[in-house]
């Protein structure tokens, strides 16, 4: 919502993470295993997937960023950027990349599938060798200072029909030309899949885009009017920068290009893959019609899930009442009403901006649209699905405290009334606990807005209508109790941080996936 304060720690030696092969492979893929065990993880030798047969394929030692450089405001890497002619494609679709090299450079193109692999975190599927790259034009603000670069193509792809559904990241290298080092940087999509699945897992790339700077200080919170205002439009035609909370959240320079997937979304997505969960990926543009939700039987909301078309929020609750099981392990979520309108290029579900607040009657709708409206649009009450709300401040810092153990989502974690999960509320919260039939709060405690001042949390879970549940973990923070793999650096917001991953997260994870897919 807001930024937080300036509370960034140290740089740490990022590139220490750049390794010597098969030692680390198997340290790292040992050391997860053991973990998944503690935490009663899956076995997958009675099973077989897409995803156990696609995580048993060799794994990449060399996929994250060594060189990367940011201009003097901190944002762009004007060396080497580049971005996707969609959010998402299927088998058989031509992914279109547009890139900027300055100077005028050739580059290498490397195409990694994001997963678990043994530990590694990523296998590489494609390699374009010798691409011409050029300079292309920083566009000028539009209308509502909207930046949308109409770049001459690049480089074009068809998605094989064998590449698993995931997410994907393109690693951009430059090819030096005399005595010059090279420049990094990466472009991201989503592979999706149209069949039935376990699990849905819907990346909050809508969050990503309203949050990216690029090319400096350009996002939904920068406009002159206010930060919270439907003043501002974003277009995905532009490459991501880095994160624009570096200085309050997460400070890895090493991930730009994209998006916020791995600081927040990767560390779920790699533990859901280790433990053989048949999992399929979306972007938020694709749940505006709920077909692809009501082929699976668990659908996550994963991170910072701010932003979503007021169709998210009916398909998502038409799978509800179909019988899918929701599991929100996110915070902030469904807080702004945030409709799609295609580029100028023509392309559908390019452009977005703030339209007005969820919440219906609530008095955080109603503050929200006298502070910072007038709105065009007004969402339902988004605690009506998820199980609790968005609240002011929803941002701070603290533990997750268990109140409710004898739930049959803490079975196998041995936690009591009051146990805490240090640093896992965070960054951005929900409170306020709907009144549904047989709802139930499962944990709750204090986030300390700017360490200081203090605002209730509540994690939820009720009953859907056909044996489904609706899970509310009320923090973007989820994922970090679930794997640290490689290339992620741990968050912190408000002078807290989560400890990375812990067996009872884990396990309450699994209570809850288990159900769902039996």
Sequence with gaps: MSNPPDNSLPRRDFLKTAVAAGALHTAIGAAVESKAQAAGGNTTEAKSNRIIEENKKEGAVDWQLTRVRVDSAGFRSPWIEGFC???SYEAGDEVEIFVSTKPARKFDLEIFRMGYYGGRGARL????????GKEQTTPEPGEKLIH??????TVKFKIPEDWVSGVYLGRMTTIPEGVESYWQSYIVFVVRENRSAEVLFQCSDNTWQAYNVWPNKYSLYTHPKGVQGPWADVSFDRP???EAQHQGVVNDPLTVGSGEFLPFEFPLSFWLEQQGYDVTYCCNCDMI?????????AFISVGHDEYWDIRQYDSVTKMRDEGVNLLFLSGNSVCWVTPFRAGANGVENRIIFRGGPYGGD???AQQRAKMFGPYPHHGPD????????NVRPVNGGGDWIVSKPEHWIFEGTGVKAGDKIPGLIGWEYHGDPSDLPGLEVVATGTAWNGGVNP???TATIYDGPKGNYVFNAATIFWAQGMSHPPGHVLPWSHWSRPHGPDPRVQQITKNLLDRAVR
């Design 455 to 457: 605002r209730e949390w």
């Design 362 to 364: 609530r008095e955080h």
């Design 85 to 87: 002619s969609k959010q």
């Design 289 to 297: 019609t709920p077909e692809l939700g009501l082929k699976s039987k």
């Design 382 to 389: 988004e605690g009506l699905l998820m199980g609790a709300c």
């Design 125 to 132: 599927v494609k390699t374009i060798n010798q691409i011409q």
């Design 240 to 242: 991501y920068g880095r």
């Design 148 to 153: 949308e670069c109409r770049w001459d193509s």
